[in-house]
């Protein structure tokens, strides 16, 4: 344990080393959260129904990435909206036919 602290606080004390760690750090940072938005909208384009292309750029540009990004956000909150509104429309026409379905066995079982 007092070489674990000897050794953090060593290496806390030399400026250039702890810099160089902060911007690999930040650097991996931006590479999951790219990938993670890449992943994301594979993931929206195979939901909706649309080719998806495989390709995970190894560099993106985070700009166009994020724009495509939100966009793709969009075009998965219109299907999922549409989707609820097909999903409600069934669900009364459901109703629907089952109250006549009730009524036309309340019919049958009266002219009995």
């Known amino acids: 344990k007092q070489w674990y602290q000897r050794r953090v606080r060593d290496f806390s004390s ?6 160089a760690s902060h911007i690999m ?3 991996l940072i931006v590479d999951r959260l790219a990938l993670m938005l890449q992943s994301y909208m594979y993931f929206s384009d195979r939901l909706v129904g649309r080719p998806a292309a495989r ?9 166009p990435l994020c724009k495509k990004y939100w966009k793709k956000a969009k075009l998965l909150r219109q299907f999922v909206t549409s989707l609820q509104a097909e999903i409600q429309k069934k ?8 109250l006549t379905l009730d009524r036309a066995y309340e019919e049958n ?4």
């Open 14 to 19: 030399d400026l250039h080393a702890t810099r």
């Open 91 to 98: 669900n009364e026409e459901l109703v629907s036919m089952g």
């Open 55 to 63: 390709v995970i750029d190894k560099a993106p540009n985070l700009g």
């Open 25 to 27: 750090l930040l650097e």
């Open 109 to 112: 079982t009266l002219l009995k």
